[in-house]
Structure formats: structure tokens, C-alpha cells
């Protein structure tokens, strides 16, 4: 059985928040540049935290974590 990672889910939660802001921003506020900016910056943590478990060692995931 897996154990629950809590970087994992708070990291996917908030992307999940990043992505509701950024359509808000665009259908209702109509704002391009900064929504895409958002949504880039925002849903890069979640990736650099999966890349960092999926990682090949723990300097590794060390290494991805402190970029998130």
C-alpha cells in the first residue's frame, strides 16, 4: 500500500486552485498576460514536485523540492 504524500496532494490541490483563478481571470475579467503567467508559475511546483519523487536519487529529489 502507498503511503499518502502530503507535498503531493497540497501541491495538486493548489494547482487545481490555480487553474479555477485562471479561468476566471480570462472568461470573466478578460486578462490574458497575467492569468497565463499565473497558470504557468502555479502549476510548475505540482511538476517539479513529481519530478522530484519520481527522481533517481535523494540528492535528486532534494534538488527538485527546492526549486518548488
Same mark, same amino acid.
Request: hydrophobic share 35%.
Given at each position: ?24 481571470? %480570462?472568461? /470573466?475579467?478578460?486578462?490574458y498576460?497575467? &492569468? #497565463? ?11 517539479? %514536485?513529481? /519530478? ?5 536519487? &535523494? #540528492?535528486d ?8
Amino acid at each position: 500500500m502507498k503511503q499518502e504524500n502530503v507535498i503531493q496532494t497540497k501541491s495538486y490541490e493548489f494547482a487545481i486552485k490555480v487553474m479555477n483563478l485562471y479561468r476566471y481571470l %480570462v472568461d /470573466e475579467k478578460r486578462e490574458y498576460v497575467l &492569468s #497565463k503567467q499565473l497558470l504557468r508559475s502555479g502549476t510548475s511546483i505540482g511538476a517539479n %514536485v513529481e /519530478e522530484g519523487i519520481g527522481g533517481q536519487s &535523494s #540528492k535528486d529529489f532534494f534538488a527538485k523540492l527546492n526549486i518548488a
